[in-house]
């Protein structure tokens, strides 16, 4: 009898010892610094292609999960900071390639307004004679 409850006092503490190192493990993953910088650098290109104009739902979205990556950060989630750097970087690319897509859109209306400006004018000019 007295071999049995060392056996299962044994087994229980190697138990408990696999878990405190498993948790220890967790908590001794290093941040992904670069994948970090990565997702604060695509935020700040968005907001320099102007997307809180011309795509302000994806830059809401990247700027969301950038403050939910922030908090993990505190909380040293390493998991939860890789998965939404990734998802951060992603959406913020969309808002810059949308800004970026719809600022020319924009340059090119313009320039089809000139284009029409300038054949109206054309064809109003009195004809000149030598």
Do not use: W
Request: net charge positive.
């Amino acid at each position: 009898m007295k071999m049995t409850s060392v056996s299962n006092y044994l087994r229980r503490s190697a138990f408990a010892v696999i878990v405190v190192s498993a948790l220890a493990g967790c908590a001794a993953t290093p941040l992904p610094a670069e994948k970090i910088s990565l997702a604060r650098d695509s935020v700040e290109r968005a907001l320099s292609a102007q997307a809180t104009q011309f795509a302000p739902l994806e830059l809401r979205t990247a700027q969301d999960k950038l403050a939910r990556m922030e908090q993990a950060i505190g909380e040293k989630n390493s998991v939860q900071v890789h998965t939404l750097a990734e998802q951060i970087e992603a959406d913020a690319n969309l808002a810059e390639v949308k800004a970026n897509a719809a600022r020319k859109q924009q340059v090119l209306k313009q320039a089809r307004e000139g284009i029409q400006v300038l054949k109206q004018e054309m064809l109003n000019a009195p004809a000149t004679t030598h």
